[in-house]
Each structure stands twice: as C-alpha cells, then as structure tokens.
Antibody, heavy 120, light 107 residues
Framework: QLQLQESGSGLVKPSQTLSLTCAVS??????????WSWIRQPPGKGLEWIGY???????YYNPSLKSRVTISVDRSKNQFSLKLSSVTAADTAVYYC????????????WGQGTMVTVSS | DIQMTQSPSSLSASVGDRVTITCQAS??????LNWYQQKPGKAPKLLIY???NLETGVPSRFSGSGSGTDFTFTISSLQPEDIATYYC?????????FGQGTKLEIK
C-alpha cells in the first residue's frame, strides 16, 4: 500500500524559505502514469494546488506561486520536496503531498499533512 | 485559470436524506472533474473521478454526474459518517483548481 509522509519545519520566519519533504513508501516514485504534487490549505479555508513533478524531474507550478516555488525529486531516496521562498503570514497552512493519477488528474493518495506557521 | 464554483457553501440535512451539491466551471471542462471528501483534521479523500466514476472502495450511495460546465454530486441516503466538507476539482487545464468547498452538517 503506497503511503506518503510529509516532514519539515513547522515554524518559519517571515522572508525565509519553507522546506518540506514527502517520503514515498510502499511503491516507487518512478512508477509511470503518476505525478507528485503539493497542495496547501490555510486554516479554515479551501485547497490550493501548488505544483507537481514527474519522476523525470519535469515540473509545473501554479502561476500564483511560480516565482517562489521549487519542487524537486530524489529518486534514490524515493522522495520529493517543496521549497517556498520569501514566505509571509499568508503562507501559513497545512501542506499536503499527494500522488496524481495522470489519466484522471485525480489526487488519489495523500499524505496526512503538516502544519506550517509563518511567524517571527 | 478555470474557476470552480460550488453551491451551496454549507448544507444541513438529516440522516437518510438525499443530498445534492453542484459545481460549476468557468469554462467547458468536458468530464475532467473529480470529487473529494475531507473530514476535520484529515487529508481529502478521492470519491469520484472523471465526473461519474466511483473510486474503489467508496460506498455506492455516493455518485456524480455532469459534463461541460455543470456537475452534480449526490449522496443518496445521508449517513452520520458523511459529515465532512466536499470539494470538486478540475483537471482539464493547468493549474488544477478546486471549488471552495461545501460543508455538510447533520440537522
């Protein structure tokens, strides 16, 4: 059973860089037919898709965050990562990683989520 | 970007009721629409993909329909464990986008 687990800093100072990692277990991140995404959810609000990466390393970022986002993959560790630079309080959210089925565009497997607070 | 608009934003219903949520896309997205259930403190869970296909293991009381710009999500007989927020999501065009959510409560 494929599982995803987020990890990283839970508290980030304004203007600094948020860094999170998603470890994939029970399957390979190099499996064809899937991409690997980050989604976030501010407290009490809806879902915002941040971007995805394929195992090949190709990426697509939401234009609303594109200038500040980097998603990378480490196939040797079976994990992918998110960096979000120049954070503000508006970036405070639960961050989820998820697998995206290429054919249906569906986020079919999710991590449990990790809360990141931006505060000095 | 494609905007997804759900209605209602919140809904109160009784156990056994038939519940319907609608999702409207700002442009034609064919059937490239998925539905998710999110319980408090938990990650979203995929229920319906491609507008009307039930994800494996999801109870048959959940269903979806529609194409183009107008979509419907239905719970045929509301159960207490269905209390959650429901989201639609389009994948016709990047960036992927979600509706604002519909919070379902028990009356």
């Amino acid at each position: 059973q494929l599982q995803l687990q987020e990890s990283g800093s839970g508290l980030v100072k304004p203007s600094q860089t948020l860094s999170l990692t998603c470890a994939v277990s029970g399957g390979s991140i190099s499996s064809g037919g899937y991409s690997w995404s980050w989604i976030r959810q501010p407290p009490g609000k809806g879902l915002e898709w941040i971007g995805y990466i394929y195992h090949s390393g190709s990426t697509y970022y939401n234009p609303s965050l594109k200038s500040r986002v980097t998603i990378s993959v480490d196939r040797s560790k079976n994990q992918f990562s998110l960096k979000l630079s120049s954070v503000t309080a508006a970036d405070t959210a639960v961050y989820y990683c998820a697998r995206v089925c290429f054919s249906s565009g569906a986020f079919d497997i999710w991590g449990q989520g990790t809360m990141v607070t931006v505060s000095s | 970007d494609i905007q997804m608009t759900q209605s209602p934003s919140s809904l109160s219903a009784s156990v056994g009721d038939r519940v319907t949520i609608t999702c409207q896309a700002s442009q034609d997205i064919s059937n490239y629409l998925n539905w998710y259930q999110q319980k408090p403190g938990k990650a979203p869970k995929l229920l319906i993909y491609d507008a009307s296909n039930l994800e494996t293991g999801v109870p048959s009381r959940f269903s979806g329909s529609g194409s183009g710009t107008d979509f419907t999500f239905t719970i045929s007989s509301l159960q207490p464990e269905d209390i959650a927020t429901y989201y639609c999501q389009q994948y016709d065009n990047l960036p992927y986008s979600f509706g604002q959510g519909t919070k379902l409560e028990i009356k």
